[in-house]
C-alpha cells in the first residue's frame, strides 16, 4: 500500500485483486500463456504458488497473433468516433494489433479510475467506456497493448517537484514545455506500475512502456539540475548511474507485471541506442533492457535519424534506412542467449517539418519499403506511428507473402 499526494489532497491507494476460491482453483488448473511470449512452464515453477494462485484473470480472451501488426491509438481516437476507422481498417487489412494509450505524453491517465482513486485528478474522460472497448477489440480479435508513458509527465513533475528536476526553484521544462519525473526515485516507478496494472486488470495483454529514459540531452545538463539520486547517489559513473536506474525500473516492472497478470513488458527506445553501448545522457542500454523486456520496440522512423548509415538525409531512403539498421538491430539481439521479440515503430507519417529537400511524402510505397526491409532481414512484427492516428490506405502489410 503506498500514499500518493496527488492534484489537491492525499489519496490512499491499494492495488487488490478479487479472485473467488473457484476461479483460484480453477487458475491452478488452467494452462497459462497462449503463445510463446508469454510466461514459461519453467518460469512457472520459479515463480511463488501464491502468485501463481492469484494470478490476475479480466474475464477477456485474446490469442497472440502470427505476428505483431499494430496501430497506434490515442485516447481521443479509441474514445471517439476515429476508433470505428481503425477496427474497419484492421479488419480490412493484415493489421491485428492497436497500441492505446492509457497514460498519454502529457500524464493523464485516457479514462476515469473509481472515484476513490489515487489517479482520478490526472484522468481524462476521453476513453468514456473502457470495458465496452476491450470487449469490442475482443469481438475483432484485436491484440490490445496498452501504452503508458513513463518519465515524461509534466502533470507530475508540477504536482511533485521532489520527484523532478528543478532550477533555481522551478521544475525544469525543454524547449517544448515538457517536463520530466526523475528515473532515480523509486515512488515514479511504482506510480506508473500502479498504473500498468490497472490497463492489465482491464485486459490488455501487453504493457508498452515509452519515454523510459532520462530528457534528451541530460548530459549536457546533470550537473546543474536539482534532483534526488535516491539509491544511486553512491555511484562514480554518472552514465552508468543512470543507465542502472533505467534498466533497473524495466526488470522491477516486469517483475510486478509479468507473474502476478500474465502480461509482456515492453520498452520504446531510440533507434540510434542500438548504435552505441550506452546512450550517455538518456541511460538507455539496449542490451540491458532487452534483458528484461518480453518485446523490444525501437523507433526507426527515417526522419528522426541525423546523416547515418552513410544516408546523408534518412527521411529520403525508407528502405535503406530501415534495412541498414535491422541488421545492426539483429548483430546487438543476436548476442543475448534470450533476445525479447523484435517490433520495430515505423513511419506512416510525411516530415514535412524537415524542410524542401530533406523529406518525401510518405505513402504506400515508403510504408511498404520499411515492412519489406524489416521482413526481409527476418523482422515480421512491426508499429505504425502516426500521432494524428491517420494512416496510409492501401498498404500491403505483408509484402514479402
Do not use: C
Not at 485528478?121 to 473502457?130: A, G, L, V, Y
Not at 497493448?145 to 532550477?167: G, H, M, N, Y
Not at 545522457?281 to 552513410?310: A, C, L, R
Not at 530501415?322 to 533476445?339: I, R, S
Request: net charge negative; proline share 5%.
Amino acid at each position: 500500500m503506498k500514499k500518493y499526494a496527488i492534484g489537491a489532497g492525499t489519496a490512499l491507494l491499494a492495488t487488490v485483486l478479487f479472485i473467488s476460491p473457484e476461479s483460484a482453483k480453477a487458475e491452478e488448473t488452467s494452462d497459462v500463456g497462449q503463445h510463446s511470449h508469454k510466461v514459461s512452464e519453467a518460469k512457472e515453477r520459479e515463480l511463488p504458488e501464491r502468485m501463481l494462485r492469484f494470478r490476475y484473470e479480466s474475464g477477456y480472451t485474446f490469442e497472440y497473433p502470427d505476428a505483431v501488426r499494430g496501430t497506434f491509438v490515442t485516447g481521443h481516437s479509441a474514445g471517439g468516433s476515429k476508433f470505428n476507422e481503425l477496427i474497419e481498417l484492421t479488419n480490412e487489412t493484415e493489421l491485428n494489433a492497436m497500441v492505446i494509450d492509457v497514460k498519454d505524453d502529457h500524464g493523464h491517465l485516457t479514462f476515469r479510475p473509481n472515484e476513490d482513486s489515487p489517479y482520478m485528478d490526472i484522468s481524462q474522460e476521453w476513453i468514456n467506456d473502457p470495458e465496452e472497448m476491450m470487449a469490442t477489440l475482443e469481438e475483432h480479435e484485436i491484440y490490445p497493448i496498452a501504452r503508458v508513458v513513463v518519465f515524461k509527465d509534466t502533470v507530475l513533475a508540477e504536482e511533485r517537484p521532489e520527484w523532478s528536476f528543478t532550477q533555481d526553484g522551478e521544475v525544469w521544462k525543454n524547449n517544448r514545455g515538457e517536463a520530466f519525473v526523475n528515473p532515480f526515485v523509486e515512488e515514479v516507478w511504482d506510480y506508473n506500475i500502479d498504473i500498468a496494472e490497472k490497463a492489465a486488470q482491464l485486459g490488455f495483454q501487453e504493457i508498452q512502456f515509452d519515454y523510459v529514459r532520462f530528457p534528451e540531452g541530460f548530459e549536457n545538463r546533470y550537473d546543474v539540475l536539482d534532483y534526488d539520486h535516491g539509491n544511486y547517489a553512491d555511484s562514480d559513473d554518472d552514465v552508468e548511474a543512470r543507465v542502472d536506474a533505467v534498466s533497473d525500473f524495466v526488470a522491477h516492472a516486469r517483475e510486478r507485471l509479468g507473474g502476478a497478470y500474465d502480461v509482456d513488458v515492453s520498452v520504446d527506445v531510440f533507434g540510434y541506442a542500438f548504435t552505441v553501448e550506452n546512450a550517455p545522457g538518456i541511460g538507455q542500454n539496449i542490451v540491458k533492457i532487452s534483458e528484461n523486456v518480453d518485446v523490444i520496440s525501437s523507433m526507426i522512423y527515417p526522419s528522426h535519424w541525423t546523416p547515418h548509415f552513410g544516408l546523408d538525409k534518412p527521411d529520403l531512403y525508407p528502405y535503406e534506412l530501415t534495412d541498414a539498421y535491422a541488421q545492426v538491430e539483429n548483430e546487438v539481439l543476436g548476442q543475448l542467449d534470450d533476445p525479447p521479440v523484435s517490433r520495430p515503430w515505423i513511419q506512416d507519417f510525411t516530415a514535412s517539418y524537415l524542410g524542401a529537400g530533406n523529406y518525401i511524402p510518405y505513402g504506400v510505397e515508403e510504408v511498404e519499403a520499411q515492412i519489406r526491409a524489416l521482413n526481409e532481414n527476418g523482422i515480421d512484427e512491426f508499429l505504425l506511428w502516426n500521432a494524428s492516428n491517420n494512416y496510409t490506405e492501401g498498404v500491403d502489410y505483408t509484402p514479402l507473402d
